[in-house]
Nanobody, 124 residues
Framework: QLQLVESGGGSVQAGGSLRLACVAS????????VAWFRQAPGKEREGVAA????????VYGDSVRGRFTLSFDNAKNTVYLQMNNLKPEDTATYYC?????????????????WGQGTQVTVSS
């Protein structure tokens, strides 16, 4: 069973940066798609970024495009989310996910494996 563990969350002022990491363990990393989602209190889970690993092609949600960058380190089995120019509306619990059915940020339906989440708080 693949296990995902996020880290790197915290509190930062608007305009600051954070880098989230998600380490995969338990088995060889085989899913083709890795992604980050987030969920703020009272809101639905929102897709942030997703990557099709074989081609390293990445898609981003409209609200983070140009500010966030997803990357995957094969040697470390780790997915990163570099977040720059953070805004208060980026405050949420961030989850990493993995699956092989579809690499999309539109829905979380196709992702099989999920981490426990890490909290990001951005103050104005």
């Amino acid at each position: 069973q693949l296990q995902l563990v996020e880290s790197g969350g915290g509190s930062v002022q608007a305009g600051g940066s954070l880098r989230l990491a998600c380490v995969a363990s338990g088995k060889s990393f085989s899913p083709d798609c890795v992604a980050w989602f987030r969920q703020a209190p009272g809101k639905e889970r929102e897709g942030v970024a997703a990557q099709y690993r074989p081609l390293r092609s990445t898609v981003y949600g409209d609200s983070v495009r140009g500010r966030f960058t997803l990357s995957f380190d094969n040697a470390k089995n780790t997915v990163y989310l570099q977040m720059n120019n953070l805004k208060p509306e980026d405050t949420a619990t961030y989850y990493c996910a993995a699956g092989s059915a579809s690499c999309t940020v539109v829905t979380d339906t196709y992702y099989t494996f999920w981490g426990q989440g890490t909290q990001v708080t951005v103050s104005s």
